[in-house]
């Protein structure tokens, strides 16, 4: 259940980054410890995020990609960012 002065709707902060900045390029920069892949680099339009993942339209091909944010280390914009903390809407400059 809500606990009392709680949003309605919780919301993680890198989730809200996210979903601030749908359809903008973004570059991931994940790291799958312990896995035949290690790190690697996605870079693609953002579609959606979730408290426990992003989707992104990779750039150069038809390709969706679910991403668990578990193994994201970070994310850039090549532009500027729309960013939201905690309530105050504004655009973040280079």
Not at 8 to 31: F, H, P
Not at 62 to 74: A, G, S
Not at 80 to 92: M, T
Request: no cysteine; glycine share 6%.
């Amino acid at each position: 259940g809500q606990l009392p002065n709680r949003p309605l709707m919780e919301q993680s902060y890198i989730e809200n980054i996210l979903r601030l900045n749908i359809g903008k390029v973004a570059t991931v920069y994940m790291n799958f410890e312990g896995a035949q892949w290690g790190s690697k680099i996605f870079k693609g339009y953002v579609l959606a995020a979730g408290k426990d993942h992003l989707i992104l339209h990779d750039l150069n091909s038809e390709l969706r990609y679910v991403l668990l944010t578990i193994y994201l280390n970070y994310f850039t914009f090549d532009e500027e960012i729309d960013y939201e903390y905690p309530f105050r809407s504004k655009k973040a400059k280079k």
